[in-house]
């Protein structure tokens, strides 16, 4: 891949997060080893839908160094955006029909391979909540840069929120191995949100080596 070196805006775009704790395998079975464990490991599924994207991300609570971080594991994506996506940020490749439904008394994401569901998840019950309220984590997409190897992409997504719901996580359907993992299991809820706002991708600021600790593997890519 070549890292962007200038931002891809995304428009208005809505944001959907849905975290629960893993169980049945260790963080540091699933981390390379430059990364990690948190206790406990949550799984954060995040899906956009935006001008031109609609995308599913799995991501790995963990910690460069000291820093909370969440490194991709599995998605779906489709839209224009895609190739430029992969390319750029290391963002998934995989294609599938990701889409996000909202009703008045809950919100669904869906992704379908062929006429196969193979991720529904999502929240009921949403209520307004300020958008202050709700922290986004820096995620770190694995990449392989050219003539550099493979590379944790440091990926920093800016959402200027507009409006944001809380309610209660749902898993409806969850193949994990369709993801690439049978061992990622989301089990016990613990928050899910939804946000409605403008989505700006910076180009990456730095890249880590995955065998080796944030402190002695840390780059800055060329700006």
């Not at 200038?6 to 079975?29: F, H, K, N, Q």
């Not at 309610?167 to 369709?178: H, L, Y």
Request: with cysteine; hydrophobic share 45%; net charge negative.
């Amino acid at each position: 891949m070549n890292p962007a070196t200038t931002p891809l805006d995304l428009g208005e775009a809505e944001v959907v997060v849905v975290t629960y704790e893993l169980a049945g395998v260790r963080g540091d079975e699933l981390l390379p080893a430059g990364l990690h464990q948190t206790i406990p490991t949550l799984l954060t599924i995040t899906a956009w839908r935006a001008e031109g994207i609609d995308m599913l991300q799995l991501r790995l609570s963990c910690r460069a160094g000291f820093r909370a971080r969440t490194l991709l594991v599995g998605g779906a994506v489709r839209g224009a955006f895609a190739d430029e996506l992969a390319e750029g940020w290391a963002y998934p490749e995989r294609r599938a029909d990701v889409g996000i439904t909202r009703r008045y008394d809950r919100v669904r994401v869906d992704v379908v391979d062929g006429s196969r569901t193979v991720l529904s998840v999502g929240l009921d019950d949403p209520r307004p909540i300020s958008p202050h309220d709700i922290q986004h984590i820096v995620g770190l997409n694995l990449g392989a840069i050219n003539g550099g190897g493979k590379r944790l992409i440091q990926v920093e997504p800016h959402l200027e929120a507009m409006r944001a719901e809380r309610g209660e996580p749902v898993v409806a359907a969850f193949d994990a191995s369709w993801f690439g993992d049978a061992r990622i299991a989301p089990v016990h809820p613990v928050a899910a949100t939804i946000e409605v706002g403008h989505l700006m991708l910076p180009p990456p600021r730095f890249a880590l080596r995955p065998d080796v600790p944030a402190w002695e593997g840390t780059e800055t890519l060329a700006r």
